[in-house]
């Protein structure tokens, strides 16, 4: 059964920083992709970053202020990290992994989230 478990969200002030950690496990065959999306409340899930574990590392960002968001992972573990920077309240939201494992149905997996408040 494939399990996707974040970790490393909590409070943090405005201007600090956070590493979330998300490893993918429970399967036989290759995840091609893992990513972190982000939903705050009121608001539709939007992506955050997105990296390959098969195809060579691409990654992508999505319409996020540059350089404040940087995604990483180690293929021999199945995990990638968000390193955030910077934060702001308006980075308030629940960090979700996603990861893409074609050959198993339904080939979308979500974890249940991490919670990530800035405050002061």
């Known amino acids: 059964q494939v399990q996707i478990v974040e970790s490393g969200g909590g409070l943090v002030q405005p201007g600090g920083s956070l590493r979330l950690s998300c490893t993918a496990s429970?399967?036989?065959?290759?995840?091609?992709?893992m990513g972190w999306y982000r939903q705050a409340p009121g608001k539709q899930r939007e992506l955050v970053a997105g990296i390959g574990i098969t195809d060579g590392g691409a990654t992508n960002y999505g319409d996020l202020e540059q350089g404040r968001f940087t995604i990483s992972k180690d293929n021999a573990k199945n995990t990638v990290y968000l390193q955030m920077s910077g934060l702001k309240p308006e980075d308030t939201a629940v960090y979700y992994c996603?990861?893409?494992?074609?050959?198993?149905?339904?080939?979308?997996?979500w974890g249940q989230g991490t919670q990530v408040t800035v405050s002061s």
């Open positions: 996603r990861a893409l494992i074609p050959r198993v149905t339904p080939g979308v997996f």
């Open positions: 429970g399967s036989h065959f290759s995840v091609s992709r």
